[in-house]
Structures are given as C-alpha cells and as structure tokens.
C-alpha cells in the first residue's frame, strides 16, 4: 500500500511562534483563501512553483536559455536584467532550477510522505519535552491535505509529540471528526466579522468558517483565536468589538492572540508575479497596538499581543 504523501513548501524547526514551547512548524501548499496581505502567498497554490529570487539572481540569462517551453525571458533594466516567467504555460519541469548555480530560481514545494516529515520532527524530541512544545502544521490550509495530516499526526501522537493545528477554518465540516483525538491545539484563524468584506478581503465567505469553530469547540483540542492586525481593514475598532463579541458568546474561554502587521510577505508576491496591494500600509503604533489589545481586555478575554 503506497504511503500518504503531501506537498508542502517549508519545515521550520525551533520555532517558537506557532503555539506553546519549541516547535516544528510544516507548513503545506494550497489555501482556499487569498488574502491581499498573504505572508506566504507561495502557499496559496497546491502545485509547486517555480520563482526567481531577484537579491541571488546574476543576470546571466542560463535560465532563459534552457527553458524547453520558452517562458522565461529577460526585461533590460538600468542594472541587471529582470526575470520574468509566463506562468500560464510554465510545466515545472525545473530545469531552470538546475541550471542557476546561484540559486535564485528556487522550487516552492516538494512531494513527501508523511514517514519522511515525521523522521524530521522527531530529531527535537527532546526539545519539546523541555519546552512543552511539538509540531504545529501551518500553511497554507493543512485541512485541504486532510489525509497526509492525519497520517502525520497519527506518527506524531504515537511518538508521544503534542499536536497543533493552525488553520483558517475554510475546509469541509466533516473533516474536523477526522483530526478528533490527534490534534491537542488549534490555532484558528478570525480576520474579519463583516461577510461581505471577509470575502473582498479574502476571497470567501465567512459563514463556513465560524460553522467550523463551532464544530472545533465541541472537541476536546484547546483552542486559540488568532487575529491578524492588518492596517485598516482588520484592526478597526468596528472588526475587532465584533471579533471580541463571538469569542465572549462562546460558553468555552478561549484565548486570543493579536498578530501586528508585517510585510514579509511582499517580496514573496513579486517573486510569484503577483501585485502587493498593502505596499502602503505601516506597522501599527504601539498606542495603537495597546488599544487593540484594550477592546479584548475591557470584554473580559484573556488576549495578548503575538
């Protein structure tokens, strides 16, 4: 019987940002969502994706050269010539990705099974039940590789390693039943109340994912609220009350982590061709942060700032 495999784009060990302690973070490709302020836009797609990394890149042309599906072509400008790639006829053949010694053609995802993540997460054993961490698997969606997660967290539950799920809550219902018993934290994702401007923002519908918190409260995984500060869209006073108002409605307490805003992801969305709507936006204020954090604390949650 062949092993479960999954695409994902990154492990990240000793991280200490996706749930409690030290972690190994998985973050897999494909997300039904697409949020304009993305911090990994690469995981958007479910396929791998072949990017140029512009502070690697020489300008040598050797990419262009040995494309077999003639994409890649090279746009003068006043220094080095610039990259650019037809992705709609791009095949991910990567033998651009061979040819550039210098490393700045670079493939976003690879195709594992679930033994070979695992034989990596179970190398900071040790690490973990010191810390009181495990692996968290971020994406991306997680829910949308439904089968390689479970049969990731499976090894990990066996190997006696906590289990963190962080996710947007965009994913078929049933699911949930399926992670029972294997997943001991979710991170779940609330970013904006309103429907019809989660779905501007986002590109779906809310209703979805506030089902999925409900069904997630029924469990018996610990559940964090994580919301993202993103400059007037997200950290109004109007979005976060009503953030504020479900969690408060739910008998369960839960806990509420606020995300300030950072652009890291911008340099991601130009490497896949894509424009960076937020180019714009600042970093929000540490006044403006502590009254972020004032509208969670006066409705009597436990919240702090990420």
């Known amino acids: 019987m062949p092993e479960t495999q999954g695409t994902i784009f990154n492990i990240q060990r000793f991280s200490t940002d996706d749930g409690p302690g030290i972690r190994t973070t998985v973050f897999v490709k494909g997300c039904p969502l697409s949020c304009i302020w993305c911090a990994n836009p690469e995981s958007q797609s479910s396929l791998p994706q072949i990017v140029n990394r512009p502070s690697k890149c020489r300008g040598c042309g050797k990419c262009a050269a040995v494309c077999p599906e003639h994409v890649i072509s090279l746009i003068p400008t006043d220094n080095k010539p610039e990259i650019r790639i037809d992705r709609s006829l791009c095949k991910n053949c990567c033998t651009c990705v061979k040819a ?12 594992v099974t679930a033994d070979e993540v695992y034989n990596t997460v179970k190398r900071d054993l040790g690490y973990y039940q010191r810390s009181g961490g495990g692996i968290t698997i971020s994406g991306g969606e997680p829910m949308m590789q ?37 997943v001991d934290l979710v991170l779940f994702d609330l970013k904006i109340i309103d429907p019809d401007l989660h779905k ?14 409900r069904e997630f409260l029924k469990t018996d995984a610990e559940i964090f609220i994580r919301v993202p500060l993103i400059p007037e869209i997200t950290d109004t006073e109007a979005n976060l009350t009503a953030i504020a108002n479900v969690v408060k409605s739910f008998e369960k307490p839960l806990h509420v982590d606020l995300l300030p805003y950072h652009n890291y992801g911008e340099n991601k969305f130009k490497m896949l061709g894509k424009p960076y709507l937020l180019s714009d936006a600042k970093r ?9 954090l004032e509208i969670f604390t006066a409705a009597g949650l436990d919240c702090q700032l990420h």
């Open 146 to 182: 439904i089968d390689f997660v479970t049969a990731l967290y499976t090894l990990c539950k066996n190997g006696g390693i906590h289990t963190a799920l962080d996710t947007c809550g965009y994913f078929p219902t049933e699911y949930i039943s399926r992670t029972s018993g294997l």
């Open 100 to 111: 550039c010694s210098a490393g700045a053609m670079h493939l976003y995802g690879e195709h």
């Open 284 to 292: 929000q204020s540490k006044e403006k942060l502590a009254s972020c």
């Open 200 to 213: 501007h923002y986002t590109g779906v519908d809310n209703q979805l994912i506030h089902r999925n918190l």
